[in-house]
Each structure stands twice: as structure tokens, then as C-alpha cells.
């Protein structure tokens, strides 16, 4: 069993900064491919990033590169998402996730075994 809690959301302005965090529990997140997701209101989960268990391969959707960075510290079972230049459309509840089987990374949610319960980005115009 793996839990996956996010923290970090908020409401920022367009233009402006938030870092989310992932602490995960299991001996294993090491091993653990980890990404992050969205949902906005009425629309469906999407892709947002992934980086391998080293944290050595990443990979970005087009609409955050450039402005999203995620990273991850095995030591303290954590992810990372970092935030910058946000727009009104990054607006939703982010989720991460963990592929506890994949030695590559996969944008499909359909890939991840544990999710966790959300956090609420709100960028203002």
C-alpha cells in the first residue's frame, strides 16, 4: 500500500509561484515512477509531468514547459512540483501519482497505481 499526500496549493495571481509537494509512504519510492496531473472543472484528467525513479529522465505536456519543474528527493520520500509563470488555465486540482511497475514514464493515468486526494490551484487574472 502506498499513500501520496500533496500539499503547497493555493491561490496566486497570474504571473506568480507555488511549489507543490508529494510525500509518499513505502519502503520502495525509490523505485517509484512519480507524476503529476490535473483536472479542471468539467473537463478531464491530463497530464502535467513525470520523472523516472533517479529523477535522471523527466518529461513535460507542451502547455507547462518551460514554466513547470519537477524533481524528487528519495531520501524524504518527496516530490516536487515547482510552478512558475502561471496562467488562469493552470487553474485545478493537481494530483500526483505513482507507476510502481514502469521503468519508463508514461503520461496514460491509466500507468499509475496510487493516486492522492488533491490539492487546489487558483490562478487570478
Known amino acids: 500500500q502506498v499513500q501520496l499526500v500533496e500539499s503547497g496549493g493555493g491561490l496566486v495571481q497570474a504571473g506568480g509561484s507555488l511549489r507543490l509537494s508529494c510525500a509518499a509512504s513505502g519502503r520502495t519510492f525509490s523505485s517509484y515512477v512519480m507524476g503529476w496531473f490535473r483536472q479542471a472543472p468539467g473537463k478531464e484528467r491530463e497530464f502535467v509531468t513525470a520523472?523516472?525513479?533517479?529523477?535522471?529522465?523527466?518529461y513535460y505536456a507542451d502547455s507547462v514547459k518551460g514554466r513547470f519543474t519537477i524533481s524528487r528527493d528519495n531520501a524524504k520520500n518527496t516530490v516536487f512540483l515547482q510552478m512558475n509563470s502561471l496562467k488562469p488555465e493552470d487553474t485545478a486540482v493537481y494530483y500526483c501519482?505513482?507507476?510502481?511497475?514502469?521503468?519508463?514514464?508514461?503520461?496514460?493515468?491509466?500507468?499509475?497505481?496510487?493516486w492522492g486526494q488533491g490539492t487546489q490551484v487558483t490562478v487570478s487574472s
Open positions: 501519482a505513482a507507476d510502481l511497475y514502469s521503468d519508463y514514464i508514461w503520461p496514460d493515468p491509466q500507468r499509475y497505481d496510487y
Open positions: 520523472i523516472s525513479w533517479s529523477g535522471g529522465s523527466t
